[in-house]
C-alpha cells in the first residue's frame, strides 16, 4: 500500500521525502489524545535534532494544507495551530533552500496557518550568513502574498509580524531607494555605496534592528551594538550618526516609514549610550520634528525627549478643570433647549447665553445677567436691578446637576426678567454702575 491513513485522515506517501515529520506529527496527535496537549509540546520540543524539528515544520505546513482542502473543520487544527506557534521558538539551522521552500509553501497556507512561524528563524539566518538575492525575492514574494491577507492570532502578534517583515523589506538591497519615501532611504543608500569591510561592519549593526524592539533597548541588543560600534570606529560611528541625524531639525516635516521609526529610534538609544554632547544636542532636534505619517513617530519623539531631557512632546497637558461659568452656561442651555422641554419655547427664544453674561429681551426693556456673581443690569441705562423675593416663581423640574452651584435660582431670575411686563413691581433699581 502506497499511502498510509493517519489520525487527522491525512494520507501519507510511503517514499514522501518527509515522511519522518509526518509520523512525528501522528505521534503527536496520538499523545494529545493519550496525555494532554501540553504533555505532547514538551515532548516535540524536547527533540534535539534540529533536522528532524525542521521536517517535522514542513510535514506540518503540508498537512495543514491538506486539511484546509479536505477537512477544514477537523479537531486536530486546534494541536497543530498551538504546535506551529512553538515553532517559532525552536532553534534550527536552515539552508538557504529551506527556508525559500518555506515562505513559499507557507504563503500558500496564511489564510489557514498563520504565517508567523518563519520570521525569527529569518532573522537568525540572515544575522549569521547575510541576504543573497535569491532571498531577499523569497522575503520580497512572501510578505507581498501575506502582509495583507493570512490568519490573525491576535493584533499583538499581527503587529509584530508586520514590522518584521517591513524591517526585512527595509534590509532589501536588491530594490530601488527612494529618497522621497523616508528619512531612513538615505541609509540604505550610503550602505550601498560603501565598500569592503566598512560596508560588512554597518551592515551588521543596522540589521541587528529587527523591528520587535520594546520600549526600551535589551542589555543583549545594547551588548551586540557596543560591539558592531567598536568594529566600525566610535568616531567614525558618531561621524556617520550625526550625519544621517543632521536633516532632523526643528520645523522640519519629515517623512518616516515603520521601520524608519524602528531605525531612529534604535540610533537615539545608541547616541545616547554614546553619552556624545553633539549626538545629545542633535536629539533635542529630533524630539521636536513634525514626523509624517505622526504615529510612526511617536516612539521615536518619546525616546529622543529623554535622552535629551526634556519633557515627553507625546504626553498632552492635563485638562483645564472647566471653570464655574462654563459649567453654568452648559447647565443653562441644557435648560433652555426645546428638547428637555423644562422652559416654554416663547420664553426660552428671549434667552441669549453669552460665556460671562447671560443677554435677556423682556417686553420692556432688556437685560444682561452676569453669570459669577448673579448681577443684574438694566441696558437701556444701565442701572443694576433687583428681583423682590416675593416674585412670582416659576415652577420647575431640575435636570440632573442644574440644583447645585445656584443655577435653579438664576434661571428663576431669568424668566421673571424675560416677564418683566408681567413682574414689574417686583423689580426694583439701585445705584448706577
Known sequence: MDQVPCPDGYLLHVRSTIADGHHALNQYLVR???ADWQAALKEVNGIRDKGRKLIIWKALIERMLWLR??????????????????????????????????????????????????????FAYIDAKGLTPALAAAIRKFRELVYDDCLVVNQVSLQLFRSRLDMLAWRDEWTPVDLKRCWSEQIRADLRAMQGEEQENWRRLLYSIHGDEGTRPTSKWSTSAAAAIQRIGPEAFRSRLA???????????????????????????????????????????????????????????????????????????????????????????????????????????????????????GTLDNYEV????????????????????????????????????????????????????????????????
Open 69 to 122: 482542502d479536505h477537512n477544514p473543520r477537523s479537531a486536530c487544527l486546534s494541536p497543530l495551530r498551538g504546535l506551529a506557534e512553538r515553532i517559532e521558538k525552536w532553534t534550527l539551522a536552515p539552508a538557504e533552500a529551506d527556508l525559500i521552500e518555506i515562505l513559499d509553501r507557507t504563503a500558500e497556507a496564511a489564510n489557514f496557518l498563520a504565517p508567523y512561524a518563519p520570521l525569527p528563524h529569518l
Open 32 to 34: 494529545v489524545e493519550e
Open 243 to 361: 550625519g544621517w541625524l543632521a536633516p532632523l531639525n526643528k520645523g522640519v516635516k519629515q517623512r518616516l516609514s515603520r521601520e524608519g521609526g524602528f531605525l531612529l529610534r534604535a540610533f537615539v538609544w545608541l547616541a545616547q549610550a554614546s553619552n556624545d554632547p553633539g549626538l545629545t544636542k542633535m536629539l533635542g532636534e529630533v524630539a521636536i520634528v513634525e514626523y509624517k505619517p505622526k504615529s510612526n513617530g511617536q516612539k521615536v519623539t518619546k525616546a529622543a525627549a529623554e535622552a535629551a531631557g526634556m519633557p515627553d512632546p507625546t504626553v498632552k497637558p492635563p485638562a483645564r478643570a472647566p471653570r464655574f461659568e462654563d459649567v453654568v452656561v452648559r447647565a443653562l442651555a441644557a435648560a433652555l433647549s426645546p428638547a428637555n422641554m423644562l422652559v416654554p419655547p416663547a420664553l426660552a427664544g428671549r434667552v441669549e447665553v453669552g460665556a460671562e453674561v447671560v443677554y435677556v429681551r
Open 370 to 433: 452676569h453669570i459669577s456673581g448673579g448681577a443684574i443690569f438694566r441696558q437701556s441705562d444701565g442701572r443694576r436691578v433687583q428681583i423682590a423675593s416675593s416674585a412670582p416663581q416659576h415652577v420647575l423640574t431640575p435636570l440632573p446637576g442644574m440644583d447645585l452651584g445656584g443655577v435653579m435660582e438664576l434661571l428663576r431670575h431669568i424668566l421673571i426678567l424675560a416677564e418683566d411686563d408681567k413682574n414689574a413691581a417686583a423689580l426694583t433699581t439701585g445705584d448706577e454702575v
